[in-house]
């Protein structure tokens, strides 16, 4: 077993994992409501299928129960407070897109609103829902993309979170 050392701090998973993530703060919409997510990622190419982990205490969990369906609207780094506050209030309680100003743009193939300050959006329907501890993995296939015009892989800046209300974004990236 490795020594706790000068370099590596070891030990509690739960605490460094809530500490040093690296995940797009997305939004993740669903019916009027949307929450920020960052625990979610593309797991299949074709169909195309994304995982979002939820908790069942969100308002979003229960707009997902009604309408089975979700977008997820990837925002760019400018937008990080709003994606925090969107991640630390309830629809339940406010109307996130009144407090923080961003607008809805209509969906085409699904019924959750969307994000129109997003880099890109899909409209997913939910096919699959599994039990992951104290959250809830949905399983979701994209039936429709939204992409704004002009914008190079290059020069995108996505919003990235980094744990404890740190937000980040990507560098000029390397292609290999
Ligand atoms: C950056 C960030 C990422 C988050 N990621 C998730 C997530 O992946 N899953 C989740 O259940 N909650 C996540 N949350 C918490 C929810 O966004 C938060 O509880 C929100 O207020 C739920 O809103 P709702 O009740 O309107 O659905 C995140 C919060 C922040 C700030």
């Given at each position: 077993?490795?020594?706790?050392?000068?370099?590596?701090?070891?030990?509690?998973?739960?605490?460094?994992?809530?500490?040093?993530?690296?995940?797009?703060?997305?939004?993740?919409?669903?019916?009027?409501?949307?929450?920020?997510?960052a625990w979610l990622s593309q797991v299949s190419a074709s169909p195309p299928l994304f995982m979002i982990s939820l908790?069942?205490?969100r308002h979003t969990?229960?707009?997902?129960?009604e309408t089975g369906e979700i977008a997820i609207n990837l925002m760019p780094i400018e937008h990080a407070d709003k994606v925090h506050y969107c991640?630390?209030?309830?629809?339940?309680?406010?109307?996130?897109?009144?407090?923080?100003?961003?607008?809805?743009r209509e969906p085409v193939k699904t019924s959750s609103v969307l994000i129109e300050q997003a880099?890109?959006?899909?409209?997913?329907?939910?096919?699959?829902?599994?039990?992951a501890?104290?959250?809830?993995?949905?399983?979701?296939?994209?039936?429709?993309?939204?992409?704004k015009k002009?914008?190079?892989?290059v020069d995108v800046r996505p919003a990235l979170y980094t744990g404890s209300g740190y937000y980040t974004t990507v560098m000029r990236p390397y292609k290999f």
């Open positions: 077993m490795n020594a706790e050392d000068e370099i590596w701090e070891t030990g509690d998973a739960k605490a460094i994992a809530m500490e040093m993530q690296f995940m797009p703060a997305a939004l993740v919409s669903s019916g009027d409501n949307m929450m920020a997510a908790r069942k205490s969990y229960d707009k997902v129960q991640g630390t209030r309830s629809g339940k309680k406010v109307d996130k897109f009144a407090e923080t100003g961003l607008t809805r880099i890109v959006i899909y409209e997913c329907k939910v096919v699959n829902e599994v039990e501890g104290d959250h809830q993995l949905i399983i979701a296939e994209a039936v429709y993309t939204h992409r002009g914008i190079d892989i």
